[in-house]
């Protein structure tokens, strides 16, 4: 798809303008509702379908149905995200006030990260078509190790700081409290670090990784960088709703890994597949309508099985919980 300067231009203007009225609204620190939350994801949604059916109308079937399937890769990515922000928020003890303004810096931050991370790999590709092996490769690897510890059901029950943010907390010091949304102080004459900059840090250097995942995973849906950005741009824009919307019901989603090794596992192999045909070997290419199916079925599937598997386990303690009653009561 040809994509003008200006069309670039205007598009970040117009993301600008939305993330500057998303800041104004949630500029003051309060805890966040769930219908407040419901009602912004489905705005973001909203405006994220309106813009992929304005690239139908205007750009065709194709770069909408790229954008599409990178859209829902990227917020299916982005749910699995959000278990490592649980972990961030309870490490640091986020007051629940301050969580949103967090969030929201947060994703400022990744948005800046993906940019760069997209258009390095927008000339990457450009230059050297046998990245895509390794980009498959990794997600490939990626989706194996998903199933790996998704199996051994030892998940990360506390954040771990990164050499990154242990060594600023060593240069700059750290206040012992928050002092609202302020991330800088002077204590005895010195400037300091407060707990909600190293939350941000830890927020935004986590995302770096996150990345590593996501990044590959939507090259090899589309290799349009103003695909990339604008479905990496709406998936995070509204992932600070996201999380206040289902951060209650994560723990419920118990087969999203195995859901997320698959979709992964299925872009590694279409990259591959892909990667051969430029090379000139005669094999079938993944089309992005078949991506799009595969994708959202086995978000639906997970879901289902997730649920199910909850149901089953609350059945099982209610019959455990009233077995010991009833030999209390004996």
């Known amino acids: ?35 407040e939350a419901g009602i912004w994801t489905a705005v973001w949604i909203g405006l994220a379908c309106l813009f992929g059916l304005g690239l139908l109308v205007f750009a065709g079937g194709a770069p909408a149905g790229e954008f599409f399937a990178g859209f829902v890769t990227e917020k299916s990515l982005s749910v699995d995200n959000l278990f ?7 490490k640091f003890a986020v007051p629940s006030h301050l969580q949103q303004r967090v969030l929201l810096i947060g994703v400022l931050i990744a948005l800046v990260l993906r940019a760069v991370f997209i258009a390095a790999g927008a000339a990457i590709i450009a230059s050297f078509s046998w990245v895509f092996y390794i980009f498959g490769a990794f997600l490939i690897y990626t989706a194996w190790k998903l199933i790996q510890e998704a199996r051994s059901g030892n998940s990360e029950e506390e954040y771990e700081e990164n050499r990154l943010l242990k060594a600023a907390e060593r240069r700059f010091g750290v206040a012992d409290r928050y002092h609202g949304t302020k991330l800088w102080i002077r204590e005895n004459g010195k400037r300091v670090m407060t707990p909600m900059m190293v939350v941000v840090l830890a927020i935004g250097t986590t995302d770096v990784l996150f990345a590593l995942d996501s990044i590959p995973a939507i090259f090899g ?9 604008t479905a990496n ?57 078949v991506s799009l199916g ?37």
């Open 1 to 35: 798809m040809e994509v003008s300067l200006t069309l670039w231009v205007a598009t970040v203007a117009v993301l600008a303008l939305l993330i500057g009225a998303d800041f104004f609204i949630g500029r003051k620190p309060h805890d966040v509702s769930v219908k």
């Open 221 to 229: 849906l589309t290799q349009d960088p103003y695909i990339v950005f």
């Open 84 to 90: 490592v922000f649980v972990l961030i928020m309870a």
């Open 233 to 289: 741009a709406f998936a995070l824009m509204g992932l600070r709703q996201l999380y206040f919307l289902i951060g209650g019901l994560l723990e419920k989603l118990v087969h999203l890994s195995y859901g997320l090794s698959v979709i992964l596992g299925f872009i590694g192999v279409k990259l591959v597949l892909h990667a051969l045909h430029e090379s000139g070997v005669h094999v079938p290419e993944i089309s992005i309508p």
């Open 294 to 330: 595969v994708i959202c079925t086995v978000l639906v599937v997970t879901t289902i099985t997730s649920l199910m598997a909850n149901r089953k386990t609350r059945e099982a303690e209610a019959r455990a919980k009233a077995a010991e009653s009833d030999r209390t009561d004996a």
